[in-house]
Structures are given as C-alpha cells and as structure tokens.
C-alpha cells in the first residue's frame, strides 16, 4: 500500500510543487504525493524549467488550495516552507505532519543580478528537495 503524503507549501507554486514531482518520478511505487497551498499562486515557470531540466514534467501540476485536500486522509504532511508550517491547518485523517523546511527560489531570485543566477537558486533548492525525495520514506522518520 503506498502512503499518501501531501507536500504543503504557501503559494504551491515552486518548494511543493517539486517535492510532487520529485516523488512521483522517483517514488511511485511507495508514494501517492500531492501538493497545495494556504495561499495558491499558480505554477511558478522557474521551478517548472529547472524540473525539466532535470527530467521531471511538472509542467500539468496546478496550484491546488488546502481547502479542496483537507478531507482528504494523508499519511503524512509535509510543510516545505515556514509559514505554511506556522499557518498548517487542522489534517484531520492525517497521521503526521512534518516541517521540512527549503529556502524559496523566488525570494532568493529577487536579489539576482541575472537570470542565469536566479536559476542557480532554483536548481540548488530543486537538488536539496530530490535528495530529500530519494530518502523517503525513510526521511520522515520511518524504519
């Protein structure tokens, strides 16, 4: 049986929407991942980019709000920024929930003098979430 676990972010427009992708490419065989967000966005274009660039389509994902998952029953809940941590709402089938927090590639985008160096930061924090994705599901905790 796989386990489900909803990726939990503020926008679900980058952090989250990796961590979806990651897991269905390199982990459907244990995990059924979703995504979403407190205050959805829209995919953002970046993040869809550097996936690509490293073989993952995310590009058909979309910005799901928490509100249309909540009754959804999750193993776990993973809160990949901290404010989506600080603001999690109440999972009420959801067995744990979890802080796994990634810097976001948007706010560390803003500062960069080009665009080869804003996806730089994309890239850095789309390599830190997939090591995180290889290791589950031990990663969360589990034996």
């Known amino acids: 049986m796989k386990l489900k676990i909803l990726f939990l972010c503020t926008g679900n427009s980058c952090r989250s929407q990796m961590a979806e992708g990651w ?28 996936m690509l660039e490293a073989g993952v389509d995310i590009s058909g994902q979309r910005s799901t709000p928490v509100d249309e998952v909540l009754d959804t029953p999750f193993d776990y809940v993973v809160t990949v920024c901290a404010h ?4 999690c709402p109440v999972f009420p089938g ?20 080009s665009e080869h160096e ?23 905790g589990l034996e």
């Open 94 to 113: 959801a067995g744990r929930v979890i802080h796994v927090g990634f810097e976001d590639p948007p706010e560390l985008a803003r500062g960069a003098a």
């Open 23 to 50: 897991a269905r490419a390199l982990r459907s065989a244990e995990i059924e991942p979703c995504s979403a967000g407190v205050a959805v966005k829209g995919l953002d274009l970046r993040a869809v980019r550097v």
């Open 84 to 87: 989506a941590h600080e603001t």
């Open 118 to 140: 804003a996806l730089g930061h994309y890239r850095r924090v789309r390599d830190e979430i997939r090591r995180f994705v290889e290791g589950l599901p031990e990663s969360l």
